[in-house]
Nanobody
Framework: QVQLVESGGGLVQPGGSLRLSCRAS????????MGWYRQAPGKQRELVAL????????HYADSVKGRFTISRDNAKNTLYLQMNSLKPEDTAVYYC?????????WGQGTQVTVSS
């Protein structure tokens, strides 16, 4: 089993920055990928950024390329999402995800609101 706890969300003005954290506990053996998803009201959950753990390859949604950076600290079992130049359309609940042995694990989500 894997447990995920996100933190770092909040209210920020357009153009501002936030860093989300996701601390994982439990077995991290055979983790294929770690990533961030988001879901805005009335919309489907979408991929924001992903790391393939085997080679460290990263993937980003086109809407966040150049503004968001995904990273991880293996020693702390923590995944990060640095979000810069935030826009109102980035407003959503952000979820941490781990794919391990064919099973998806999700955190409880953290709200990010971009508004003046």
């Amino acid at each position: 089993q894997v447990q995920l706890v996100e933190s770092g969300g909040g209210l920020v003005q357009p153009g501002g920055s936030l860093r989300l954290s996701c601390r994982a506990s439990g077995s991290m053996i055979s983790v294929y990928s770690m990533g961030w998803y988001r879901q805005a009201p009335g919309k489907q959950r979408e991929l924001v950024a992903l790391i393939i753990t085997g080679g460290g390859t990263t993937h980003y949604a086109d809407s966040v390329k150049g503004r968001f950076t995904i990273s991880r600290d293996n020693a702390k079992n923590t995944l990060y999402l640095q979000m810069n130049s935030l826009k109102p359309e980035d407003t959503a609940v952000y979820y941490c995800n781990i794919l391990r042995s064919g099973v998806n694990y999700w955190g409880q989500g953290t709200q990010v609101t971009v508004s003046s």
